[in-house]
């Protein structure tokens, strides 16, 4: 089974950016989907992005296209979220998950069954 753990966030300023890390084990990632989810203060659980692990597809949300990229690098077996010209209502909680999932299906939380413990980021403004 896929074990993530993620770093990158931090308190920053509007108009920062931000690398996400997120650095996955397991035996192996055929097939696997890898995403990154975000939770704001009050809000619902919000898919961000996602990136299939071997062909490298990519999806976004409407929300976060334009400011976020998704990417990996498969020699390091890590997953990476670039957040530019961030703004203080992109403050949540961002998680990575991963899981093999229908590609129709991609945008649902309980699509995935592996979850990362989250990064917190902060935006002031």
């Known amino acids: 089974q896929v074990q993530l753990v993620e770093s990158g966030g931090g308190l920053v300023q509007a108009g920062d950016s931000l690398r996400l890390s997120c650095a996955a084990s397991?035996?192996?990632?055929?097939?696997?989907?890898m995403a990154w989810f975000r939770q704001a203060p009050g809000k619902e659980r919000e898919f961000v992005s996602a990136i299939n692990w071997s062909g490298g597809s990519t999806y976004y949300a409407d929300s976060a296209k334009g400011r976020f990229t998704i990417s990996r690098d498969k020699a390091r077996n890590t997953v990476f979220l670039q957040i530019d010209s961030l703004k203080p209502e992109d403050t949540a909680v961002y998680y990575c998950v991963a899981g093999r999932v229908p590609g129709w299906t991609i945008r649902r939380p309980s699509s995935y069954d592996c979850w990362g413990q989250g990064t917190q980021v902060t935006v002031s403004s």
């Open positions: 397991g035996p192996t990632f055929s097939g696997y989907t």
